[in-house]
């Protein structure tokens, strides 16, 4: 049986494997960790992005926070508050951490990502977008980023064709915003409008270096 299949009958509770995560335990080995002085970031840096991988954030709520509040200078952990809170519909709470965070950690590689889509999810979709334009110009973001991107950009909506005029039209404004060329160019290609998508590759043959671009690029190569 493959690693993916174990992993996912532990998820599914099969009674002949043990859940890889255990939030009550884990809570109470954490205060105790605390406690003693002896609560090593590595560790709980290694849990967490398990609880992240088995999409299980919204069941840790307390040891999120305990995790942000023991160690304030940890990018990760402040951002999983962000996204928590997020998920937990305290939209107000959730802005003001990404944007503390953002503050204090601009480098941090998700940050941009995590707070576009917190923004989104507040119902204030110009931030969001322009923080997911920002992330995408630092390197590649996540399917369910994209999809949101081109959702709120209009392209997976009822009138894509209107959505990718405008969109042109912002590109052409815009010269200085190479991530607007990257969404036109996936939008392109998600339209079938592979002609137009190869004229976009002749006049701005970098597009081609983004990592998130080889699998549109290929798809129409290949039409």
């Given at each position: 049986m493959s690693p993916a299949a174990l992993l996912l009958l532990s998820v599914l509770g099969a009674p002949?494997?043990?859940r890889p995560v255990d939030p009550v335990a884990?809570?109470?080995?954490?205060?105790?960790?605390?406690?003693?002085?002896?609560?090593?970031?590595?560790?709980?840096?290694a849990r967490l992005e398990l609880y992240l991988e088995l999409g299980e954030l919204d069941t840790i709520p307390e040891l999120v926070e305990l995790l942000a509040s023991t160690f304030p200078e940890h990018a990760a952990f402040r951002e999983a508050r962000l996204m928590f809170l997020s998920l937990a519909d305290r939209h107000e709470e959730a802005l003001a951490v990404g944007e503390a965070l953002l503050r204090d950690h601009p480098e941090h590689p998700t940050i941009r990502a995590n707070l576009g889509r917190a923004y989104l999810a507040a119902g204030q979709p110009a931030r969001g977008v322009?923080?997911?334009?920002?992330?995408?110009?630092?390197?590649?973001?996540?399917?369910?980023?994209?999809?949101?991107?081109?959702?709120?950009?209009?392209?997976?909506?009822?009138?894509?064709?209107?959505?990718?005029?405008?969109?042109?039209?912002?590109?052409?404004?815009?010269?200085?915003?190479?991530s607007l060329r990257y969404v036109l160019m996936v939008a392109l290609v998600r339209l079938g409008e592979y002609p137009r998508a190869r004229g976009l590759l002749e006049r701005y043959p970098e597009l081609a270096a983004h990592p998130d671009l080889q699998v549109f690029l290929h798809s129409g190569a290949r039409n």
């Open positions: 002949y494997f043990t884990d809570l109470t080995q954490l205060k105790a960790e605390v406690a003693r002085g002896v609560a090593r970031a590595e560790a709980w840096h322009n923080l997911l334009l920002a992330a995408l110009s630092q390197g590649p973001i996540r399917t369910e980023e994209w999809d949101l991107l081109l959702e709120n950009l209009g392209i997976r909506g009822p009138n894509p064709q209107a959505a990718l005029t405008t969109l042109e039209g912002k590109v052409a404004a815009h010269p200085e915003l190479p």
